[in-house]
């Protein structure tokens, strides 16, 4: 077996996740093999014979070798999910299931309903400070098939758009139409952030959220502070509550 | 080559500045995902793609032009070639690509030393030459500000943007036109910001600060996806100089993006106006900036385009299978520094638009829990066994004993074990259609072949041996020269309100002109 260059690291010790541990160590545990078969040193070998001893099959078998484990990828872009279902924990919340569906962030703060009947129901970064709070009706959005519904039928007034995505792409074609944005990811400074804000759209960024249902009106607090890149780097909280409005 | 001690003080220098504001962008700047493409799988996979290739391709860009008149170029001009592609992208792709390979034991900090000590020192170059208005190598260096461009442009964009205020028809249409074309932007660039670009600020006078900004990429041109969905955007690049009042942007980064103080908000913006250009314009050409009406209806018929080519490069996207996605989102970041060759004249699709065999072998490892933790890891708590110090170590900004990027550790010269290179050009592959040969430039729609024989042959006037050297700190002394004159005559062909105006103007004297009595 080869030895690795890295493999009399001082200081280093494991990564961080296990994800990135089992693979990483699957790939070192490769290399000092491959390295080994090929009877040469590092220097004749690591931009020589290396290209041809370690190929995306070996690659493709540590991915298989995690999932005989009985491992499943937690999934991001929803096609890696509905390519390889075996592969993924399951998509909740993109489908039918909808109407059941609710974010459930621990953080999320929560309190009763106050007389006026507001429940508060979460709190996110808010991206631009307006004059006025905003009310409108919660409809997640998660995955192509809605956003390809909502362009042919178009986005019903007032929506306040529910989202776990802080890109600017899953919901390119129909942003514009948003009356408000709560976004569970991201920073102010995230690409929705960014097109919100150019839109002149109120939305809340790293939205902790709890019990909030499609359909349900929910009151943004877009007359909070809106937080700076300084809040970020000092760790500091500056957020903008979000009730539920009961009738 | 013979690796000098000097040469690695430097190279690791300049590493280290990338490791430093690398984290400071990524901890303040943003969270990149997305539900439509697979962000992180894409990444990754583009960074090895710049490890294998950039040295390759770097060079072969200054057989044809040094990276220094790259750099000079790109100050007449709002191409790729600003931020964040030059400022940060550029090195730290590269990096970050070697810094994956040494954390999975595939290369040592000592590997492909020749090939690092290049691809920064080209960078260094470059900066430098694009940035020699300010004297300084980044933005970051200059405290987060952006003062590249000379007197006489920024006299052009002062004297013949249009001033609005909020709720007037162009106000309107130029806050529509920059929303729709920036979301346009993000799903060209598939959920990257690197179709924007923000420069400044320039100070217009006590209470107005100017930003320019660029929207590159629009149209027909070097990605296939947009091949058919962008036919009628009639402008590849487009730059607005922006005024704004009652507020200060107090950071412009290398990822080009912007903040101020007070936060900015559409009603600050009180002036505008709209250019296009490329490596084959002189300069910036005005773009429906004839009249006040003119620039509303020319921002009203853009932001409707961009809107429609939106529509439909979505639906073409959201077909997409995932390689496909991770394919345009690697090529995407992989060539963000492709017009360097535009310029050079020496672009090739196979270059630029296919990704590597050698990259290739890794995408059976992009799953998105993977690429997801190992990107954080990497860029974050930097975790990475290689990316840990001896405990005494505090690291900018986290105070944590880690390093994003290894160094080039010093004992190779002592003991020569170290390998130069990763080698030449390998082949190179896409599960995206074929690029079609439709290149839409300010010179119209050329073949690939026709504009690189064009951009070879050009050479802007202001950019030519008679002027590229006349700086601002000459201007300084030698305003009144026939030669000043005759520059700044060169910049004023095409301004409405400064042709022929010559050198001898100030800045309250522009502004004079904007507002005669």
Not at chain 2, 27 to 35: F, G, H, I, M
Not at chain 2, 296 to 316: D, P
Request: proline share 4%.
């Amino acid at each position: 077996m080869g030895r690795l260059y890295g493999d009399s690291d001082k200081y280093g010790d494991q990564c961080g996740t296990p994800v990135v541990e089992a693979f990483h160590g699957a790939i070192k545990e490769l290399v000092r093999r491959r390295l080994a078969e090929s009877g040469q040193d590092w220097n004749d070998f690591v931009f020589g014979r290396a290209f041809q001893l370690i190929t995306a099959d070996d690659f493709r078998a540590i991915d298989r070798k995690l999932l005989d484990y009985g491992h499943r990828y937690a999934w991001s872009a929803l096609v890696s999910q509905q390519e390889r279902p075996e592969a993924y924990v399951a998509a909740q919340g993109v489908g039918e299931d909808l109407a059941n569906f609710s974010f459930e962030h621990p953080e999320a703060p929560t309190a009763p309903p106050d007389s006026s009947g507001l429940e508060l129901r979460g709190c996110g970064d808010n991206v631009v400070k307006y004059d006025t709070d905003l009310v409108g009706t919660a409809r997640y959005i998660r995955s192509s098939a809605m956003v390809l519904s909502y362009l042919q039928q178009g986005v019903p007034p007032g929506t306040i758009a529910v989202i776990d995505d802080s890109g600017g792409t899953l919901t390119a074609p129909i942003l514009e139409q948003f009356t408000g944005v709560l976004c569970a990811g991201g920073t102010v400074r995230s690409h929705l952030g960014i097109l919100t804000r150019e839109y002149g759209i109120p939305c809340f960024m790293n939205s902790k959220l709890s019990g909030i249902r499609e359909g349900d009106t929910v009151r943004m607090e877009c007359t909070a502070v809106a937080k700076t890149a300084d809040a970020y780097q000092k760790g500091v909280e500056m957020t903008g509550r979000v009730w539920r409005v009961n009738k | 080559m013979n690796i000098t001690y000097t040469q690695l003080l430097e190279t690791n220098n300049l590493i280290q500045q990338n490791t430093d504001e690398t984290y400071w962008l990524c901890l303040t700047r943003t969270v990149q995902e997305s539900k439509l493409f697979p962000v992180s799988p894409y990444m990754i996979l583009s960074y090895f793609m710049c490890f294998y290739r950039y040295p390759s391709l770097l060079r072969k860009i200054e057989q044809h032009m040094t990276a220094e008149e790259i750099g000079d170029r790109a100050r007449n001009m709002g191409t790729k070639i600003q931020n964040p592609a030059m400022g940060w992208c550029l090195p730290s792709f590269y990096l970050l690509g070697r810094e994956y390979l040494i954390a999975m034991g595939m290369i040592r900090p000592q590997d492909a030393v020749e090939d690092v000590i290049y691809v920064m020192d080209f960078w260094k170059r470059f900066e430098l030459a694009w940035h020699r208005n300010d004297g300084h190598l980044t933005n970051r260096d200059f405290g987060h500000r952006a003062q590249v461009l000379p007197e006489r442009k920024l006299q052009i964009f002062h004297a013949d943007m249009y001033d609005c205020v909020e709720g007037d028809a162009l106000h309107t249409a130029a806050q529509t036109f920059m929303a729709a074309t920036s979301q346009y932007g993000f799903l060209v660039s598939c959920e990257s910001r690197i179709a924007l670009h923000n420069q400044g600020p320039y100070k217009l006078d006590d209470e107005r600060e100017m930003i320019v900004r660029d929207f590159m990429d629009l149209a027909e041109g070097d990605y296939p996806w947009l091949d058919g969905v962008a036919s009628d955007m009639p402008y590849n690049n487009l730059t607005v100089p922006m005024a704004v009042k009652g507020c200060h942007f107090n950071i412009i980064d290398d990822w080009g993006s912007f903040e101020s103080q007070p936060e900015f908000k559409s009603h600050h913006m009180v002036g505008v106006g709209l250019y296009t250009s490329d490596t084959l314009s002189e300069g910036h050409v005005p773009v429906g900036m004839g009249s006040r009406e003119e620039l509303t209806r020319t921002f009203e018929m853009l932001a409707q385009k961009a809107k429609e080519a939106t529509a439909k490069l979505w639906q073409r996207i959201a077909g997409w299978s995932r390689d496909q996605m991770i394919d345009a989102g690697a090529i995407t970041y992989f060539s963000i520094i492709k017009d360097l060759a535009h310029v050079a004249g020496c672009y090739a699709m196979e270059d630029w638009v296919l990704v590597d065999e050698r990259a290739e072998r890794f995408r059976p490892l992009l799953n998105d829990e993977y690429s997801n933790m190992s990107l954080w890891e990497i860029l974050g708590p930097l975790t990475n066994p290689c990316q840990r110090t001896n405990e005494y170590q505090m690291c900018q900004h986290a105070n944590t004993p880690a390093r994003m990027y290894s160094l080039i550790p010093y004992s190779i010269l002592k003991d020569g074990d170290y390998t130069r290179t990763v080698g030449g050009l390998a082949p190179g592959m896409s599960y995206l259609p074929p690029k079609e040969d439709r290149y839409r430039t300010t010179q119209g729609v050329l073949s690939l072949a026709d504009y690189n024989a064009r951009a070879r042959e050009f050479t802007p006037a202001v950019c030519g041996e008679d002027y590229r050297h006349l700086c601002e700190s000459w201007l300084k002394y030698h305003h009144q020269t026939p030669e000043a004159d005759a520059l700044y005559r060169l910049e004023q062909r095409q301004s409405r309100l400064l042709k022929d105006r010559g050198a001898g103007l100030r800045r309250a004297d522009v502004e004079a002109l904007r507002h005669p009595r």
